[in-house]
């Protein structure tokens, strides 16, 4: 057998109440939606329709060669955060009995093994973007190359590997294995603030901090669920509000003329936190969906949320805001409730200003649907549930110029439809199995040696680490 390279990084393990992700009590603003229940119970045969209509994307997609999918219908590329999303989907498609245990566990093993044979980054972590039928690192255009690493994708892919380890024991040892290989160094300081990772114009590599409200503090999850410390990643501050239909929205307060990073609010990170997490902090062990112990994302989410049907119910304009792809130049755009000091902005990763793309996200009116049962998401619901091909799979949005749809598939879109539904029938995706220690967990445990790629002590964030009362 192969020797595992032990790459686990020099990191400081916060403890108690750090570990958890909590702040200071705070009395946040109150609005409708925090009323609101979530959907539940077993899907209508119209919502199993949708599940398999999303799947059909994944059919389409996945390159045989490596077990990959591409990330955008027909174009072999992929990132972490949309290799994340296809396991998610993989997940639903099992659960709600699409394919079959036996199809699932083949196709996930195919796509673990592509995983444990990519090259990484400078050998620390998984480049960002690779060659769905070679595994080749590529760049954006994909061609040969490696470009940097994403502390975002990276975030989002150890939450959905730990939710297979945790449904799918069988598979804990492989996936082990491929997060052995990782060189947390980088990418996570000792203070807890996460990093990407760039090459200069020389070729010379740049770490920068990454993550803005919201994305940070829910990718940063998935480091947690791995024992790696977040704290500063997930605090909330620095936050502002801005006041636009009434509601208070929390957007990041750092200076995008200072960062180089866009503070976009968007309902995806949001979404996505709860329907894996349940707005629950990431150790969280609870299955009661009508809790939620990470009160200021809980807050948050409710609050962007709010906004979207306030400005409904104020200009009759349909709006669920995430960032979705395009089917034409600039091919990808931000769709946001606030950026760059404006309200309902929608812009390129450029900045530059794109009013024509606003749209209604599909995987953002879903996972609103799911989230918030009330009379605003069932116009959303109908509005989306027929708008996709039936060979391809469900389009990106609808164009909120009435010019129709946006006709781009891809995974992300369909993955998280497949997630949304998955949490209808089952509530919270995070679900924790009763599995012992593995490869990751004795890795941890153990007093490294000289072979140990760490120069600092790294503690495995654990139970006791975080207090009954607050987890």
Partial sequence: M?????????????????????????????????????RTGALSDVEMNMARTA???????????????????????????????????????????????????????????????LKLFRNELPNKVYHTK?????????????IGFSALDLGRLLVWLKIVKERYPEHAEDIDRFVLRWNFEHVVDRSGTMYGANLDKEKKVQYVQEGRLGYEEYSAKGFQLWGISTEMASRPEPYETVTTHGVSVPFDSRDSRETSQHNYVVSESYVLDGIEFNWDLALDRGTDIKRHSHDWMENFAHRVYQAQENRYRDTGILTARSEHQLDQEPYFAYDTVYTDGFTWNTITDTGKHVPQFAAVSLKAALGMWVLWKSDYTDVLFRSIVNTYDPQKGYYEAI????????????????????????????????????????MWEKTLDQAYGTDAATRYSFRRVGAEACPAASC
Avoid at 7 to 13: E, G, Y
Avoid at 74 to 100: C, F, H, K, N, Q
Avoid at 134 to 146: I, L, Q
């Fill in 134 to 146: 070679t595994r080749e690192m590529t760049d954006y255009g994909n061609k040969p190359g490696e």
């Fill in 55 to 117: 799947w059909k994307y994944f059919e389409n997609n996945t390159q045989p060669e490596t077990g990959l999918v591409n990330a955008v219908d027909g174009y072999p590329s992929t990132t972490m955060w949309d290799t994340a999303s296809y396991i998610g989907a993989l997940v639903a498609a099992r659960e709600l009995g699409i394919i079959t245990p036996k199809q699932a566990y083949d196709r996930f093993s195919a796509l673990i093994r592509s995983l444990n044979e």
């Fill in 2 to 38: 192969k020797r595992i390279g032990m790459r686990v990084a020099a990191l400081t393990v916060l403890l108690a109440l750090g570990a958890c992700g909590t702040i200071a009590a705070t009395r946040y603003e109150q609005v409708p939606a925090a009323r609101y229940e979530q």
């Fill in 399 to 438: 164009l909120e110029n009435g010019k129709g749809p946006i006709k781009a598939f891809t995974a992300n879109n369909n993955g998280i439809l497949l997630e949304a539904l998955l949490y209808k029938a089952q509530g919270k995706l995070l679900k924790w199995g009763g599995r012992g220690k593995g």
